[in-house]
């Protein structure tokens, strides 16, 4: 069956610390896959696009990676910051289907 | 200010109450759609339109109707509310089914 797997439901890490955000996939075959943030009582906003064709895409502290081999795409925040707390969706171009998310929290 | 402007933003009501939920945007997409999101489940798509008078099904349609008779505007109607389709809701507008999507901040709505 199909499926999207975002790593885990919460990740906790300490300010200054680089975030690692993982997005999964199964029986998929993606062009291209976007990550979205989402903050509490609001709704999702888009953050970046990564095409089948482009190993990594960058702006500003944002880094996300996408490989259509093992079928993941990484998204990383670099220097994160407690401004940085929300969850982030993964959600691929097939009819946009979108992860659960996972819940970043930046403790300072 | 480009945004998707939906209301109510929250909602109680009963079983069988019909309801509609509107939304709008400025933004002249011609893509338009609505998702639920439910703890652990993720956004998942209800209904999409691609232009005017054109709406198709996404995954989760049981229960729900649109209607898309102008650009701007792409309401969802329950028509019998049940308590399952107690939700956080969310319209999204965009230049294409797989471009980035604008959202609303989302619609509570609670069937008792």
């Known amino acids: 069956s199909q499926k999207i797997e975002q790593n885990s439901e919460a990740l906790n890490i300490q300010e200054g610390k680089t975030a690692t955000l993982t997005c999964n996939y199964t029986n998929y075959s993606p062009a291209y896959l976007q990550w979205y943030r989402q903050d509490p009582g609001r709704g999702p906003v888009f953050l970046l696009l990564?095409?089948?064709?482009?190993k990594e895409k960058r702006k500003e502290r944002l880094k996300v990676t996408f490989d259509t081999t093992l079928k993941q795409s990484l998204f990383h925040i670099t220097a994160s910051q407690p401004a940085d707390s929300a969850t982030y969706l993964c959600?691929?171009?097939?009819?946009?289907?979108f992860g659960a998310g996972t819940r970043l929290t930046v403790k300072p | 200010e480009a945004q998707v402007t939906q209301n109510p933003r929250y909602l109680i009501t009963v079983t069988g109450k019909k309801l509609t939920v509107t939304c709008s945007q400025n933004?002249?997409?011609?893509?338009m759609s609505w998702y639920r999101q439910d703890p652990g489940l993720g956004l998942r798509q209800i209904y999409y339109?691609?232009?005017?008078?054109?709406?198709d099904k996404g995954d989760v349609p049981e229960g729900y109707k649109v209607s898309r008779k102008e650009k701007r505007n792409f309401p969802l109607i329950l028509e019998s509310p049940s308590p399952n389709q107690t939700s956080l809701y969310f319209c999204a507008s965009s230049w294409g089914p797989n471009q980035p999507q604008h959202f609303g901040d989302g619609t509570r709505l609670s069937i008792l």
């Open positions: 933004m002249n997409h011609e893509y």
């Open positions: 990564i095409r089948e064709n482009e």
């Open positions: 339109s691609m232009n005017v008078e054109v709406t």
């Open positions: 959600a691929l171009d097939n009819d946009m289907r």
